[in-house]
């Protein structure tokens, strides 16, 4: 039997409790990790507050979508030199949690010497959606960009891909002057704050917003968008948007704006692997940084999330079995 955080009921952090579950064991193309770091996303609260119920989530859930740790055992048809190899996985929609954890092969990469566990799942995930949601929105050298919710792992990740790809100004907004220094040293140029103000010398509009936010006051940054300017939105943490945010677009039609949804799944497998391969050797050579705001044992999940909902959180919280 291992160790695990389930969702006894959906709602309150208060619905997690620690239970015990039987160890998992490796199926074709699987692999079981000896877990020595779980990093605790954005996702796994919005699937906690049972918001996404409609997908199939129920209680009994494992919640955890990447670790990082030691392979400890492989399915047939895996190869054997994958054991005791320290590695970062991605467990799904669930799984992660607990104190072994079972991924497919297919969705491990293999870590640096000299890269934590920690770092690892800081970045594991966050770095390559921020990526990938650049390009997603065809961000150029010399472009201004938006950084809606730039505190968390995304958000962070978002403002050192754009700064070292040439981004001409880089605006976040956040909850406090405290969190908009930080981010400036990691090459933000504007702070504002939640509505989007800002100083008089903020830019009115940006070539880039990427949305990690979402929620009822989505359409106002769309009218933040400069002419051709795209929006592209990674999470919705906040909750949904308002059901006619579109008429933001139509609104302002002569703009040309455009916004866009972007998820993960949609890039290949190969492709993610070999952008998270180079951003881990990067943070191993400290030109991207893993921003850690706490690192609490497996049975404080729960306080994991509370810290989360209280909007505590700067960067990523990481537990350990």
């Known amino acids: 039997m291992v160790r695990a955080v389930a969702i006894q009921a959906f709602g309150d952090p208060g619905g997690m409790a620690t239970i015990e579950v039987p160890a998992p064991q490796a199926g074709r193309g699987q692999v079981v990790i000896e877990t020595e770091a779980i990093g605790v996303g954005g996702v796994d609260a919005v699937i906690r507050r049972g918001t996404l119920g409609g997908y199939g989530f129920t209680t009994g859930l494992i919640l955890g979508s990447e670790v990082a740790g030691r392979v400890t055992s492989v399915g047939t048809d895996v190869d054997q030199s994958w054991l005791g190899r320290r590695v970062w996985a991605f467990t799904g929609t669930g799984g992660g949690y607990a104190e072994q954890a079972l991924a497919r092969i297919g969705d491990v990469v293999a870590l640096p010497h000299d890269l934590s566990s920690i770092d690892a799942v800081t970045l594991g995930s966050a770095a390559p959606v921020a990526h990938f949601a650049l390009t997603h929105a065809n961000f150029a050298p010399g472009e201004s960009v938006l950084v809606r919710g730039a505190s968390g792992s995304i958000g962070i990740a978002t403002v050192e891909i754009a700064a070292r790809g040439g981004a001409e100004a880089i605006a976040v907004t956040t909850s406090s002057p405290q969190r908009g220094n930080l981010l400036r040293g990691l090459g933000a140029t504007h702070v ?19 949305d990690i936010v979402g929620g009822p006051d989505l359409p106002s940054f769309i009218d933040r968008l400069a002419p051709n300017g795209r929006m592209v939105v990674v999470g919705v943490v906040a909750g949904m948007p308002p059901t006619d945010f579109g008429m933001r677009l139509i609104a302002a039609f002569q703009q040309s704006r455009s916004l866009a949804t972007f998820s993960l799944d949609t890039v290949p497998v190969a492709a993610r692997d070999t952008v998270r391969v180079e951003q881990f050797a990067a943070a191993a050579r400290g030109e991207l940084h893993a921003v850690v705001h706490a690192v609490l044992p497996l049975d404080q999940a729960a306080e994991a999330h509370r810290k989360m909902d209280a909007g505590e959180v700067f960067g990523r919280i990481v537990l350990t079995p």
């Open 192 to 210: 504002l704050d939640r509505s989007g103000a800002g100083s008089p010398a903020t830019p009115a509009t940006y070539d880039v917003v990427i």
